[in-house]
């Protein structure tokens, strides 16, 4: 299976300021997926990415918060806009075949806003 | 319709001792049922899976029971151990637009005793 690595792994943002997660793929993989986990809680899927064309969107999250880029196979990028306290919480990406029966995650991204 | 609902919360077993996490589900669209192990720090990683025209799956100490009627399934492991304390994710997974979806359970945080 593939082995995604994500940037950074943590970090402590002002709030009103924007932060970039990076999620590399080892290999060329049709779906890439980003998630929410608040600390302790299960997980939620923001949206998914989706190569050459804009992210598609999970009920309660919207483009302007939460930009998703797909340039390629083996690359996305999630970005947390206008950061508010509430926005503390762990974000994960996953990524796998379109029909995927089991999805790979990264060790994610621990993002504290003060 | 989309929710998985997963208990215990969190649950303590003794070296040795067998541990069972419980998941019932609605949407009958559902066709995939994999656990999830999540470390600390970690993503989580996929454990074992189930089809539902299959009753039990068995991994080494970690066993699928399914019940389609009752729609629920549960993940058994046996011998527990140190090791797999960890936070357990049950999933469902359908077939959304083009692509496979994800919903995760509320997670069962394990703790096995020495």
């Known amino acids: 299976s593939a082995v995604i690595s994500q940037k950074p792994s943590r970090d402590i943002c002002q709030r009103g300021t924007s932060l970039t997660i990076q999620c590399q793929v080892d290999s060329q993989v049709t779906m890439m997926f980003w998630y929410r986990q608040q600390p302790g809680q299960s997980l939620t899927l923001i949206a998914t990415?989706?190569?050459?064309?804009?992210?598609?969107?999970e009920s309660g999250f919207v483009i302007d918060k939460f930009p998703i880029s797909r340039p390629n196979l083996t690359f996305s990028t999630l970005t947390v806009s206008n950061m508010s306290p509430e926005d503390s919480s762990i974000y994960l990406c996953?990524?796998?075949?379109?029909?995927?029966?089991?999805?790979?995650f990264g060790s994610g991204t621990r993002l504290t806003v003060v | 319709q989309q929710q998985v609902k997963q208990s215990p919360q969190s649950l303590i077993v003794q070296k040795g001792g067998i541990s069972i996490i419980n998941c019932a589900y609605e949407?009958?669209?559902?066709?995939?049922f994999p656990w999830y192990q999540q470390f600390p720090g970690k993503g989580p990683a996929l454990l074992i899976a189930?089809?539902?025209?299959?009753s039990e799956k068995k991994e080494g100490r970690f066993t699928i029971s399914f019940n389609k009627s009752a729609k629920q399934f549960s993940l058994h492991i046996m011998d527990s151990q140190p090791g797999d304390s960890a936070t357990y994710f049950c999933a469902a997974s359908r077939i959304s637009g083009s692509a496979r979806q994800l919903t995760f359970g509320s997670g069962t945080q394990l703790t096995v005793l020495p």
């Open positions: 949407n009958t669209a559902f066709d995939y």
């Open positions: 996953s990524a796998g075949g379109q029909l995927s029966y089991g999805y790979t």
């Open positions: 990415a989706n190569q050459g064309s804009e992210a598609t969107y």
């Open positions: 189930i089809r539902p025209d299959v």
